[in-house]
């Protein structure tokens, strides 16, 4: 297991994946002020921001006075998938300031690859027992994102759970900054794409806390690449380097979201498809990022002696 060593700045101790996160919000910080006059509300993306930069500094310096290994992981945890989370609206709310929506073009080169609109053929498949499984499985994903933290935190340590964050970090930040270059809204977004779904959802209860979700939560955007099947891909192989009994029992749940994507009408195929690589983009190029951070890191730390 490769180590994650900190840098001090200002007297903290900055690892790879506070880098990632804050210098991802950043970023978007930077881009909502200077394309503030194309955003509907510059000034409380701007002020949200900086007060989750803010909690999430706080968080660091807390972190620093625990020694308690389970309320370490809680407040590591929590507040880095925190981020996650207002990095995923930032990005969204940011999505229009160079380009227009992409569905169409979408549309055009999934019926010229499949032959057709896989939105279209998976609805040959619908019933309200594989709606629920669909959909359980698009909700469970919220809730494996801090167990399998626990599982790999308390089995292998600190350390390994530090791996887990930065690659869903990176993951997180690489699919906010796809949204923003090519933004897509979405099959229940896009006039042309909704015409294609006629045969309705049934299902239980999972259905109607997707749905829930759906119009409480998402709105036009934050599609491409897929952040569920990005984040679940390095999920599931974080589970097979750290929880290997976990990988087994996720794989049918994993895989399933993978389908439940496209079959729940969240995201376009090419979405999904995408989402997937981007994954494993995240995945082989995280050894390399984690090696020339600790380089730096063991540089600055022989400067200082």
């Given at each position: 297991?490769?180590e994650?060593?900190?840098?001090?700045v200002?007297?903290?101790?900055?690892?790879?994946?506070?880098?990632?996160?804050?210098?991802?919000?950043?970023?978007?910080?930077?881009?909502?002020?200077?394309f503030?006059?194309?955003?509907?509300?510059?000034l409380?993306?701007?002020?949200?921001?900086?007060?989750?930069a803010?909690?999430?500094?706080?968080?660091?310096?807390?972190?620093?006075?625990?020694?308690?290994r389970?309320?370490?992981?809680?407040?590591?945890?929590?507040?880095?998938?925190?981020?996650?989370?207002?990095e995923y609206?930032?990005?969204?709310?940011l999505?229009?300031?160079?380009f227009?929506?992409?569905?169409?073009?979408?549309?055009?080169?999934?019926?010229a690859l499949?032959?057709?609109?896989?939105?279209?053929?998976?609805?040959?498949?619908?019933?309200p027992?594989?709606?629920?499984?669909?959909m359980?499985?698009?909700?469970?994903?919220?809730?494996?994102?801090?167990?399998?933290?626990?599982?790999?935190?308390?089995?292998?340590?600190?350390?390994?759970?530090?791996?887990?964050?930065?690659h869903l970090?990176?993951?997180?930040?690489?699919?906010?900054?796809?949204?923003i270059l090519?933004?897509?809204?979405g099959?229940l977004?896009?006039?042309e794409?909704?015409?294609?779904?006629?045969?309705?959802?049934?299902g239980?209860?999972?259905?109607?806390?997707s749905?829930?979700?759906r119009?409480?939560?998402?709105?036009?955007?934050?599609?491409?690449?897929?952040?569920h099947?990005?984040?679940?891909?390095?999920?599931w192989?974080?589970?097979?380097?750290?929880?290997r009994?976990?990988?087994?029992?996720?794989?049918?749940v994993?895989?399933?979201?993978?389908?439940?994507t496209?079959y729940?009408?969240?995201?376009?195929?090419?979405?999904?498809?995408?989402g997937?690589?981007?994954?494993?983009?995240?995945?082989?190029?995280g050894?390399?990022?984690?090696?020339?951070?600790?380089?730096w890191?063991?540089?600055?730390?022989?400067?200082?002696?």
């Amino acid at each position: 297991m490769r180590e994650y060593k900190p840098v001090c700045v200002l007297g903290l101790p900055i690892r790879i994946i506070d880098a990632a996160v804050l210098g991802g919000l950043v970023f978007f910080l930077l881009l909502a002020a200077v394309f503030s006059g194309r955003l509907d509300e510059p000034l409380s993306l701007i002020g949200r921001g900086l007060l989750t930069a803010s909690l999430y500094t706080a968080s660091i310096l807390w972190l620093t006075r625990l020694t308690s290994r389970p309320l370490r992981f809680l407040v590591r945890t929590a507040f880095v998938q925190f981020m996650f989370l207002q990095e995923y609206f930032m990005a969204r709310d940011l999505q229009l300031i160079f380009f227009s929506w992409n569905d169409e073009l979408v549309l055009t080169w999934e019926k010229a690859l499949f032959g057709g609109q896989p939105l279209v053929w998976i609805q040959k498949f619908y019933s309200p027992a594989l709606t629920e499984w669909m959909m359980f499985v698009y909700v469970v994903y919220i809730a494996i994102y801090p167990v399998l933290g626990a599982v790999i935190f308390f089995r292998r340590g600190e350390q390994t759970n530090e791996d887990y964050l930065f690659h869903l970090g990176a993951a997180n930040l690489l699919c906010g900054l796809g949204f923003i270059l090519f933004p897509v809204a979405g099959p229940l977004r896009f006039e042309e794409a909704r015409s294609l779904l006629a045969v309705p959802f049934e299902g239980g209860f999972f259905t109607q806390v997707s749905e829930l979700i759906r119009s409480t939560v998402h709105a036009p955007g934050g599609t491409i690449p897929s952040p569920h099947c990005a984040v679940a891909t390095v999920m599931w192989i974080m589970a097979w380097r750290y929880a290997r009994r976990e990988f087994y029992f996720l794989a049918p749940v994993i895989l399933s979201l993978y389908v439940s994507t496209v079959y729940g009408r969240f995201h376009y195929a090419s979405d999904s498809i995408i989402g997937i690589l981007a994954g494993f983009l995240v995945l082989a190029a995280g050894p390399t990022l984690v090696r020339g951070w600790n380089r730096w890191a063991d540089c600055r730390a022989g400067r200082r002696r």
